[in-house]
């Protein structure tokens, strides 16, 4: 397809082509309305016909943040064992609102999220069965840190879990800080 510059076009046919990169994109996933607007502004089109039409998009129906930030705290959640704080920044990095983001992830209560640190440190526990307790705790706290995880949280599951698989070290005592 050759490349064309929006400003070369009459406004219906620059509108048509609009319309039609961000439809292309909400076909293939969900999109905020930022994001759309970042592809718009990229592929050269003038500010007043891409507020136009997300304007329009969004009276549509068609781009809603807040669906799309539950849908994406939900997913990246489950499929990747991210933290609440970590899909707050993320969102927000998507162009989300940082009280729509909040909102969203606030779907994960406190449970849950010890549940998914917990899943995560026993998948990769199967995975050192090599290496000494020292760095075993180093590599599941390194893990649940970089998914954002709150420390006193990770310090917690990783004891309990070593603890559950026969560790005997005290190497995580009682003291560290919830």
Known sequence: MAKVDPGELFPEEAWKKAKEICF?????????????????????????????LLGKLDNAKLVDDAAFAEQW?????????????????E????GVDGDVAVRAAGEIDRESEEQR?????????????????QTA??????????????????????RDELKNAGAESTLLDDSVPD
């Not at 909400?26 to 592929?43: F, I, S, V």
């Not at 969102?91 to 998507?94: E, G």
């Not at 590599?139 to 990783?158: D, E, F, H, M």
């Open 137 to 158: 705790i180093r590599r599941l706290l390194g893990t649940l840190a970089r998914k954002g995880y709150p420390q006193g949280l990770a310090y917690s599951v990783v």
């Open 91 to 94: 969102l927000k990095r998507k």
């Open 24 to 52: 292309d994109l909400l076909a293939a996933r969900p999109h905020t309305k930022e994001e759309l607007r970042q592809a718009l502004r990229r592929k050269g089109f003038d500010e007043e016909l891409r507020e136009s």
């Open 117 to 133: 640190a917990r899943e995560l440190v026993r998948k990769r526990l199967r995975s050192m069965t090599s290496v000494d307790e």
């Open 73 to 89: 705290v939900r997913s990246r959640h489950t499929y990747q064992g991210l933290a609440k704080s970590t899909l707050v920044a």
